[in-house]
């Protein structure tokens, strides 16, 4: 059902965000399941602080190689096949980590769970991008994006104190969202046929057509503006899976109870969402997304410091919700700035939005890898902290660089 310019009837197209948001949710349970009970995987597989980094850090390391294809791939198959088998096959990978029994088995699964992951990332904005002109798609990308806010957020104030200990662990927990993860492949295929709504074809738009494989990653690469999107990308991703990675064990390190730390961690996760929400709201209205990139920026990277300084005061608490609503901020921006960009537009969004990633998690993975590495050869958690507020700060740098 088509409205009177040829986009689908918004309701209805909201109502597919809204399902296709709870594959986020899904993803972002699963994701952080093994942040939240990473000091107990540590014990329980004999692993050291640089192994636990790593394997935090894993499923960003994955979008490297694989984030252009997967984006080019979206790009034609479709965002409702795209993320029907994001879900099989990140659900797959997190029964299979339920089963590990040391680093090697856990990685191998937790980097097929990054394989899944990437449908996921870029089904979402293609699916936004067919069903909502390019000045329209803030909101609908704040709405999958507080479904992954909502994952993250369960994983660490329901998994680990709650759901976990209930199952009996965290073996179980891993294993049955998994499964969870796997039946809602199915449903989410329900939903696409009974929402009855019909994206913007190619023969409707050739600005959704997308030309061959070479020349739609030689358009993205050139692209200089898109150049600064990827910078952004990199250095938000540094500071939010660096935090989300490792703030429980920095807080449990510094004298918290594991309930508490989690809790703290699900306030970082609520401003996240706060941020993800509020910000391209108004830098929409106010046609100023380069500003919103450097404040976001700013804050995240004096949120970080507040954390590093303020040990378990409410210093370190005012920190944590500065740097969550600082790169939540950042997070719906960087997806959707592409489909705006000239040489780029909707047809585009799923390549544009895989090279952000292919680069950007470098940063994804960097983050959380430095701060245990540091650790290890440290034998403190601050100068970790310092390298994620120095990417608040090269966020910011990148946004004044921009156009407009």
């Known amino acids: 059902m088509s409205g009177r310019s040829g986009w689908p009837d918004r309701r209805r197209a909201y109502a597919l965000v809204v399902a296709g948001a709870a594959s986020y949710t899904c993803l972002l349970f699963v994701w952080f399941t093994l942040p939240a009970y990473l000091s107990v995987v540590a014990a329980d597989l004999g692993l050291s602080s640089t192994e636990a980094g790593v394997l935090a850090g894993a499923v960003p390391l994955t979008y490297v190689p694989l984030a252009l294809v997967s984006g080019l791939a979206v790009d034609r198959i479709g965002p409702a096949r795209s993320l029907a088998a994001g879900l099989v096959v990140f659900g797959t990978a997190q029964v299979g980590r339920s089963a590990a029994t040391g680093f090697r088995s856990m990685l191998a699964f937790t980097l097929l769970l990054g394989v899944g992951a990437t449908a996921i990332t870029f089904g979402l904005p293609k699916l936004v991008a067919v069903l909502f002109p390019p000045e329209g798609t803030g909101l609908p990308s704040s709405l999958y994006l507080v479904g992954a806010s909502a994952g993250t957020a369960a994983a660490f104030g329901l998994g680990r104190p709650l759901v976990g200990p209930w199952l009996g662990g965290w073996r179980p927990l891993f294993r049955w969202s998994g499964a969870v993860a796997v039946g809602y492949a ?7 046929r009974l929402a009855d709504v019909e994206p913007r074809s190619a023969r409707d738009d050739p600005g959704l057509a997308p030309g061959s494989l070479q020349g739609d990653a030689r358009a993205v690469l050139i692209h200089p503006e898109l150049r600064l999107v990827v910078l952004v990308g990199a250095t938000y991703l540094l500071v939010i899976h660096g935090l989300q990675g490792w703030l429980p064990t920095v807080l449990e390190a510094r004298g918290l109870s594991a309930a508490r730390a989690g809790r703290a961690t699900t306030l970082l996760v609520g401003a996240n969402a706060v941020g993800i929400l509020a910000v391209p709201a108004v830098a929409d209205r106010y046609d100023a997304r380069r ?64 090279l952000v990633f292919a680069v950007g998690e470098i940063g994804g993975f960097l983050g959380p890898a430095a701060v245990g590495t540091l650790h290890d050869l440290t034998g403190s958690y601050l100068p970790g902290l310092a390298v994620l507020a120095g990417g608040g700060a090269v966020a910011a740098a990148a946004g004044l660089a921009m156009d407009g």
């Open 186 to 192: 199915a449903i989410w295929l329900a939903l696409v």
């Open 291 to 354: 500003t919103a990139v450097v404040a976001c920026g700013l804050l995240a990277a004096a949120g970080v410091l507040a954390v590093l300084a303020g040990g378990t005061t409410l210093l370190a608490a005012a920190g944590i919700v500065g740097a969550g609503v600082g790169v939540g901020g950042l997070s719906p921006l960087v997806r959707a700035i592409p489909p705006d960009l000239d040489g780029v537009g909707p047809g585009l969004t799923g390549a544009a939005v895989g």
